[in-house]
């Protein structure tokens, strides 16, 4: 991981710095125009909300049951990412709908459980923060079953559909707008590529904090 | 085996509930009390506002059966009894299922008084559709009590437990009081919508088989020291 580090963060660096005129050289889509670009960022953003939420869920679920020290890292990084892209789509996703259907925010289906997931996650932080000893373990659990509604969040807007776009949208798009196609998937890879950079980063934080951890615990025995 | 375990946990809280009935009492009232707030915010020039009869009942729920799951386990703590609960020769999950059995019969009992009340305080029909409602209850109670039980049970030696139990368990039963309240006001509407109802009542078991097959799988390891 610590040899990938700089290749990616350089990968990624190039990505976004490319993402911008890509999508300024993309055309226009038929009913939304300009407003419609914001979608590449916001489509990727929560591409990378789902990865950052499986990682959370899978790297809990293995302390809880196994205890390995370096599966809690990637538990906390991954949450504290998810909240940060949790953000940015929220507040992206609130801009495009301000323009496209004229709010800030609707409490459609997709929005309140997205809403819904950014609350779970914030609070497996909070556990984190004020749980005592032992949190890790209370947040492990919160991880696992935040990671578990994920599915619902995704399947929700199909069950009580409002405004939101539906998730079959994406089928469509590839034969009737190629351009766009390969762009969002672009900007998907890279937001991907910047989560796994920061995951990295943030893992190795989190190791060193236990190791600070471990070595005033040796100094004071 | 599994049974018999779970049956006796039951037995032990409802023998207990029964002498005192502290936390039925405190947590009927504290519904009640929740249904005068909602007066205040809901009904205007005496009428209540329109579809807001589900929405109070499901709230009323959620906010007293907080309350009661904080309380179950803190006599267990008080009394040291979750020690030796958790050291008899018994396997773990059948222990998590007397709590949550305990749990969602208190709860079904409050339900009992909170809903011909909500139906007699703000004019809704809500026994236009006995059987549905029922289920929508049971189902949405189940989904609740069984998130509510595993969280107030690993919260128990943390000192911050009475703070953290409502901010862990509301975000992740957001989708089981969608659903209930949703149901609910499809049957409280006239005419009552059972086709939807029904979809709703699907959804809330398949919220309750996650949500029980999970608690059940993570409350052994989150119970060991």
């Known amino acids: ?221 | 085996m599994f049974f018999k375990v779970a049956i006796l946990v039951l037995k032990k809280d409802l023998a207990i509930e029964a002498r005192s009935r502290e936390i039925l009492y405190t947590t009927l009232f504290f519904a009640i009390s929740c249904l005068l707030i909602f007066s205040v915010a809901f009904v205007k020039e005496g009428v209540p506002a329109e579809d807001a009869a589900s929405g109070i009942l499901w709230i009323a729920l959620t906010f007293s059966g907080t309350l009661a799951l904080g309380r179950t386990f803190e006599r267990e703590r008080y009394g040291e009894t979750l020690r030796a609960l958790l050291m008899a020769p018994a396997s773990r999950p059948a222990i998590y299922v007397g709590k949550l059995l305990g749990m969602v019969l208190l709860m079904l009992a409050t339900e009992a008084v909170l809903l011909p009340l909500v139906a007699f305080l703000f004019r809704a029909p809500l026994f236009a559709r006995p059987l549905l409602l029922t289920a929508l209850l049971v189902l949405g109670t189940v989904g609740f009590a069984s998130v509510g039980t595993l969280f107030a049970a690993m919260l128990v030696r943390t000192r911050t437990r009475d703070v953290l139990l409502p901010i862990l368990l509301y975000p992740i039963t957001v989708p089981v009081i969608i659903a209930g309240v949703r149901g609910t006001s499809a049957l409280v509407q006239a005419p009552p919508d059972e086709a939807i109802a029904t979809l709703w009542i699907g959804l809330l078991t398949g919220f309750d088989v996650v949500f029980v097959t999970l608690a059940l799988w993570t409350f052994e390891p989150l119970m060991t020291e």
């Open chain 1, 1 to 221: 991981m610590r040899k990938l580090f700089v290749p990616l963060a350089v990968v990624a660096a190039a990505m976004f710095a490319y993402a911008p005129v890509g999508i300024a050289r993309v055309p226009y889509e038929s009913t939304m125009l300009l407003v419609q670009k914001i979608f590449y960022f916001h489509f990727a953003t929560w591409m990378a909300v789902t990865a950052s939420v499986a990682v959370c869920g899978v790297a809990s679920a293995i302390y809880l049951f196994k205890g390995t020290a370096v599966a809690d890292h990637y538990a906390v990084a991954s949450a504290e990412l998810t909240t940060i892209f949790c953000t940015f789509g929220l507040v992206s996703g609130s801009l495009w709908g301000r323009k496209a259907w004229g709010v800030w925010w609707q409490w459609d289906a997709r929005l309140t459980m997205a809403f819904m997931l950014e609350m779970v996650f914030l609070g497996y932080l909070l556990v984190r923060k004020y749980g005592g000893p032992g949190a890790e373990k209370l947040a492990a659990a919160m991880g696992i079953f935040g990671a578990a509604t994920a599915p619902f969040i995704y399947k929700s807007v199909d069950w009580w559909r409002t405004v939101h776009p539906q998730t079959t949208v994406m089928k469509t798009l590839g034969d009737k707008f190629p351009a766009a196609w390969n762009l969002v998937w672009f900007c998907t890879a890279a937001f991907l590529v910047l989560f796994v950079v920061m995951l990295a980063a943030r893992v190795q934080l989190e190791y060193l904090r236990a190791e600070l951890d471990r070595a005033y615990l040796a100094a004071e025995e």
